[in-house]
């Protein structure tokens, strides 16, 4: 879906935090920060020529979002900390002797401003080259397809491989304790527990994602919804147990009930919220997914959750499989 980055801070937080995609921004910006003790600053009018509008009008958005552009690095200097600076840049740059404080942009900060400025013809040209080198990052680092990034965080394959166990032993009690057809019973159980955790039938999920028939829907699943998955599978298959045993075999109705009733218990609301937000979230910023049932769960991804999935702690599937396959047979046992 096409991002509006003057009308969604969670879009904006989701540039802003990535640690990857920041780097090629800043190398594709004809800006001349003023760097001091490490880091880089942008004064307001050094903004305001930048994005080719009058200093009035940086003002006036700064006063709008004022919370927003402060969370991401803008600061006022006054005192000793403005007497430093202006000393560092002088006689190179004249701030005036009577300027008492000075409103600065680091680079986030910046950034930030140009997503909000919705007059400026230069700031939506930065936009639309902010979010293709988010879209270039990404496809850089998945090789040009997304389905599968979750398999990028080095504790999806161990997720995986316990969330299969657990699965087991659910899809065991509904062939064993459960009427019905084995096809429809399996297929109706399934889609009520994504119901429960995801708000979404499998097949509805399948098509946001633009998944095949043959795809596994598991297997594009983040390693901390496989756990909240695992967990609720788990449970199901012990209630479906416990009764069979207590009353013989139960109907897929049966079923549901338990459904409800285990995603209406108070332990379970905290795992549930989690695996939407994650969900929500990451797919909206790794695979451009819009997840409408789990909207209110949506976030911006952490600078960590970049860094798992695209950034230093990312890991190459393939490669991950084959350095360590007896870890993985021995896990599967």
Same mark, same amino acid.
């Given at each position: 879906?096409?991002?509006?980055?003057?009308?969604?801070?969670?879009?904006?937080?989701?540039?802003?935090?990535?640690?990857?995609?920041?780097?090629?921004?800043?190398?594709?910006?004809?800006?001349?920060?003023?760097?001091?003790?490490?880091?880089?600053?942008?004064?307001?009018?050094?903004?305001?020529?930048?994005?080719?509008?009058?200093?009035?009008?940086?003002?006036?958005?700064?006063?709008?979002?004022?919370?927003?552009?402060?969370?991401?690095?803008?600061?006022?200097?006054?005192?000793?900390?403005?007497?430093?600076?202006?000393?560092?840049?002088?006689?190179?740059?004249?701030?005036?002797?009577?300027?008492?404080?000075?409103?600065?942009?680091?680079?986030?900060?910046?950034?930030?401003?140009?997503?909000?400025?919705?007059?400026?013809? %230069? *700031? =939506?040209?930065?936009?639309?080259?902010?979010?293709?080198? /988010?879209?270039?990052? !990404?496809? &850089?680092?998945?090789?040009?397809?997304?389905?599968?990034?979750?398999?990028?965080?080095?504790?999806?394959?161990?997720?995986?491989?316990?969330?299969?166990?657990?699965?087991?032993?659910?899809?065991?009690?509904?062939?064993?304790?459960?009427?019905?057809?084995?096809?429809?019973?399996?297929?109706?159980?399934?889609?009520?527990?994504?119901?429960?955790?995801?708000?979404?039938?499998?097949?509805?999920?399948?098509?946001?994602?633009?998944?095949?028939?043959?795809?596994?829907?598991?297997?594009?699943?983040?390693?901390?919804?496989?756990?909240?998955?695992?967990?609720?599978?788990?449970?199901?298959?012990?209630?479906?147990?416990? %009764? *069979? =045993?207590?009353?013989?075999?139960?109907?897929?109705?049966? /079923?549901?009930?338990? !459904?409800? &009733?285990?995603?209406?218990?108070?332990?379970?609301?905290?795992?549930?919220?989690?695996?939407?937000?994650?969900?929500?979230?990451?797919?909206?910023?790794?695979?451009?997914?819009?997840?409408?049932?789990?909207?209110?769960?949506?976030?911006?991804?952490?600078?960590?959750?970049?860094?798992?999935?695209?950034?230093?702690?990312?890991?190459?599937?393939?490669?991950?499989?084959?350095?360590?396959?007896?870890?993985?047979?021995?896990?599967?046992?």
């Amino acid at each position: 879906m096409a991002k509006d980055l003057t009308t969604s801070e969670i879009s904006r937080q989701n540039i802003l935090n990535n640690p990857v995609a920041l780097p090629r921004i800043r190398e594709a910006l004809d800006i001349k920060p003023l760097e001091f003790n490490g880091v880089l600053y942008i004064t307001k009018q050094m903004a305001a020529d930048f994005y080719e509008v009058d200093l009035r009008t940086i003002e006036n958005c700064l006063s709008a979002n004022e919370d927003e552009i402060r969370k991401n690095g803008y600061s006022i200097w006054k005192g000793n900390s403005l007497k430093e600076f202006k000393l560092h840049f002088a006689p190179e740059i004249d701030f005036g002797s009577k300027i008492t404080q000075l409103g600065l942009f680091d680079f986030r900060s910046f950034l930030d401003i140009g997503m909000l400025l919705t007059t400026s013809e %230069k *700031a =939506k040209q930065v936009r639309s080259l902010m979010l293709d080198i /988010v879209i270039s990052v !990404i496809n &850089e680092k998945t090789g040009g397809g997304t389905k599968y990034i979750n398999r990028r965080d080095r504790n999806y394959v161990t997720s995986a491989i316990q969330e299969e166990n657990y699965h087991r032993k659910m899809t065991d009690a509904i062939r064993d304790y459960v009427d019905g057809h084995e096809r429809f019973k399996y297929s109706t159980v399934i889609d009520m527990i994504y119901k429960a955790v995801f708000c979404e039938k499998a097949k509805e999920y399948k098509k946001l994602l633009d998944l095949s028939e043959k795809d596994n829907l598991r297997r594009t699943l983040y390693a901390e919804v496989l756990v909240s998955i695992s967990a609720f599978e788990n449970q199901v298959a012990e209630m479906i147990k416990a %009764k *069979a =045993k207590e009353l013989g075999p139960i109907s897929v109705e049966e /079923v549901g009930e338990f !459904i409800k &009733e285990l995603s209406a218990m108070p332990f379970v609301k905290p795992i549930l919220e989690d695996a939407r937000t994650k969900m929500a979230s990451r797919d909206f910023a790794l695979r451009d997914v819009y997840h409408d049932n789990i909207a209110e769960y949506l976030k911006a991804v952490s600078p960590e959750e970049y860094e798992k999935f695209i950034g230093s702690q990312s890991v190459d599937f393939d490669h991950l499989l084959d350095e360590n396959k007896e870890v993985l047979d021995r896990l599967k046992q």
